[in-house]
């Protein structure tokens, strides 16, 4: 498994000087990829506003705040970014439902082992899979997520990278994680000769996938540079 160059460019993503920088230079909200609006169907569907969820990568991204609109009530904000997490911890300090932390994903020894009911991840496995030592790092963070999953629990992530290149990353035994596809069109993606943009429809259809995990050789995707959905459930052992 060797770095994943597909959504990478000369920025080393998995440095904390660089969001340090970037979040400086901007502190205006962005969300990558995806906004909660989008994604707000797959995250009802798998996620209860009961759960503890924790956002890793949080950056100053919208999403934890939408969610809190929508009535999940206990959401842990990571980031390597210090300036990102005292920028969102200062504009949220009279939201309780938020709590901000400055970590490392791929040393999260804070929290206890099966503490979380779900990890939500989007970008920030893309981000690691950018920077140096990618497969260790993306090892790493993955390992550490499945630690802190409890059993029955969720790890929610929204990717570029294709089941060719993310499924090796997400298929360790150790895991133990029952895996289900979704596909949304990249924010605004319009088909050829449609006047309306197909990224508003909700696609909560898994795809079929091939014994081995990847899509169909037959499979065309929608829109080239979609974003992936990876719902990982993590198996409830049965008792003998």
């Not at 140096?132 to 790493?140: C, Q, T, V």
């Not at 050829?192 to 081995?212: D, H, M, N, Q, V």
């Amino acid at each position: 498994m060797e770095r994943d160059a597909s959504s990478c460019n000369t920025y080393n993503y998995g440095d904390s000087l660089y969001w340090d920088a970037r979040y400086v230079q901007d502190a205006l909200s962005f969300d990558w990829y995806q906004r909660y609006s989008s994604l707000r169907p797959f995250v009802t569907s798998f996620v209860p506003t009961s759960s503890k969820v924790l956002m890793v990568g949080c950056g100053n991204s919208l999403m934890s705040e939408d969610m809190v609109k929508d009535g999940y009530e206990d959401i842990m904000n990571v980031d390597i970014s210090s300036v990102a997490i005292e920028m969102m911890r200062t504009k949220h300090a009279s939201v309780p439902q938020l709590k901000y932390m400055q970590m490392d994903v791929r040393d999260m020894s804070y929290f206890d082992n099966e503490s979380i009911d779900t990890v939500i991840d989007k970008g920030t496995l893309d981000s690691l899979m950018c920077g140096d030592d990618a497969p260790l790092s993306a090892s790493r963070m993955l390992g550490e997520v499945s630690r802190l999953i409890k059993p029955g629990g969720t790890y929610f992530l929204i990717t570029y990278g294709d089941p060719k290149v993310r499924m090796p990353h997400l298929t360790p035994s150790a895991y133990n994680w029952k895996i289900s596809l979704y596909i949304l069109p990249r924010p605004g993606f319009k088909k050829t000769g449609s006047s309306s943009s197909s990224a508003a429809k909700p696609r909560l259809e898994a795809i079929s996938l091939t014994s081995e995990g990847m899509l169909p050789r037959d499979y065309v995707l929608e829109d080239p540079d979609s974003h992936f959905i990876y719902i990982c459930n993590k198996k409830v052992e049965e008792v003998a």
